[in-house]
């Protein structure tokens, strides 16, 4: 299943880096940021997330809250969003689920490795309709944060 803008957000409940059940439904009422990363601990991982934290009151502003998936598991997670001072929910998708609902998932990654999720970004409206879309192909590409901006300040 391919998704498009306009669609209704795949809904999830998965568990954060606290082990706690995080749903998308949590955020209803509120735009979302979903932003899927390959891992915890790689360098453009780590310079997405830490560009999203410095950035979190652009965000705020804009009424958006920001949710970040990889498959790692909540324990890589919390660390992760430990040592990086993460400032937003780290929701772990170890069993594939949602990145493949999302159209994110790399069937073969680097390093023989499968499954794991495709750098991407969703800007989800208040009432769980996705409003923008970006699926990269390459883990190396950083999402249009510009275009992800743009789609929340068309929302408010």
Do not use: W
Not at 16 to 43: C, I, M, Q, W, Y
């Amino acid at each position: 299943m391919s998704l498009s803008i306009g669609d209704r957000a795949p809904s999830f409940t998965l568990r954060a880096s606290d082990t706690k059940e995080v749903s998308l439904e949590d955020h209803l009422g509120r735009n979302v940021v979903l932003l899927f990363f390959p891992l915890a601990f790689t360098g453009v991982c780590t310079t997405e997330l830490c560009s999203m934290r410095d950035d979190i009151a652009s965000y705020q502003n804009l009424d958006a809250d920001i949710i970040a998936v990889s498959v790692d598991s909540p324990f890589v997670l919390a660390k992760f969003k430990e040592e990086q001072n993460l400032n937003f929910p780290m929701l772990s998708d170890f069993n594939r689920d949602v990145s493949r609902a999302y159209g994110s998932l790399y069937e073969e990654f680097v390093l023989g490795l499968k499954g794991v999720s495709k750098r991407s970004a969703f800007v989800i409206d208040k009432n769980g309709t996705i409003q923008h879309m970006e699926v990269l192909e390459s883990a190396g590409d950083l999402p249009n944060f510009e275009k992800v901006k743009s789609a929340l300040n068309a929302l408010n």
